[in-house]
């Protein structure tokens, strides 16, 4: 696999927690072993897991108080693996933030499985935030979480009202925007503002960009009618 996912194992039976470990190991996953909450939260506030496997009954507290806590620092899978067979339990513990709940004794290779699903079902959803979230055209990025661009790797400073219209023209690109449109969507009371504000706004943009030396993108004025954003495959 690509990426070494890491689990953490929240187990008090230590030595259900080593042969685990080994199993998960063999699979190619780093693995980070706590075996009670104390130790647990620690652990998870200095090292980043892809998925925890928690036990319910633990010496110092149980896991579905750690889970409610998991969950207001990470999003990421939580797997139940207890001896905690009733209804009630299952449903406490998906209640509480669970993704999945298996009780013991178990197959091994059905704890592999539901691993490996709930890995590839977390993976899908990250990456479909991140589409929705991050722009990539040519060598600049934009982050609309941050409200940030970037040319190259490297921030290029642009202020709130910059960036909301670099990324207006950028989810538009190759289509003329007009200084009204762009007044309308980022200013929202035309007016109040001119087309001259537009003009010094896109002079700024250009600016920090780097547009007048850049080879894979531009921002064409058409006078009087609006502004173009476009990217390049190759050299023009």
């Known amino acids: 696999m690509e990426h070494k996912y890491l689990i953490h194992i929240v187990e008090d039976d230590e030595v259900m927690a080593r042969l685990n470990e080994r199993l998960l190991k063999r ?3 780093a693995v980070l072993v706590s075996h009670n909450v104390n130790a647990a939260r620690q652990q998870a506030g200095e090292k980043k897991a892809d998925l925890f496997i928690l036990d319910v009954t633990l010496p110092d507290g149980d896991g579905f108080s750690l889970c409610e806590e998991l969950k207001q620092i990470t999003d990421v899978p939580i797997l139940f693996l207890t001896g905690k067979t009733k ?3 299952k ?3 998906l209640d509480n ?3 999945y709940y298996l009780t013991k004794p178990y197959d091994k290779d059905e704890l592999l499985a539901v691993i490996k699903s709930l890995l ?11 589409e929705s979230t991050i722009i990539v055209k040519g060598s600049i990025t934009l982050n ?14 642009l202020s709130p009202k910059e ?3 670099f990324l207006l023209l950028a989810q538009n690109e190759d289509k003329e925007i007009t200084s009204e449109q762009i ?54």
Do not use: M
């Open 97 to 99: 933030g669970g993704d």
């Open 87 to 89: 209804p009630k339990d």
């Open 163 to 165: 960036f909301a219209i």
């Open 120 to 130: 590839r079902r977390f993976e899908q959803a990250r990456k479909k935030v991140d």
């Open 27 to 29: 699979q190619g996953y």
């Open 183 to 236: 007044i309308t969507k980022v200013w929202g009371d035309p007016a109040s503002y001119g087309a001259n504000s537009v003009r010094v706004y896109i002079s700024r943009l250009r600016e920090k960009l780097g547009e007048e030396a850049a080879e894979d993108f531009a921002i064409f004025t058409s006078y009087g009618r609006g502004y173009t954003f476009t990217t390049f495959s190759e050299k023009q």
């Open 144 to 157: 609309i979480i941050e409200s940030k661009a970037y040319i190259n790797g490297h921030n290029a400073g």
């Open 91 to 93: 449903v406490t513990g």
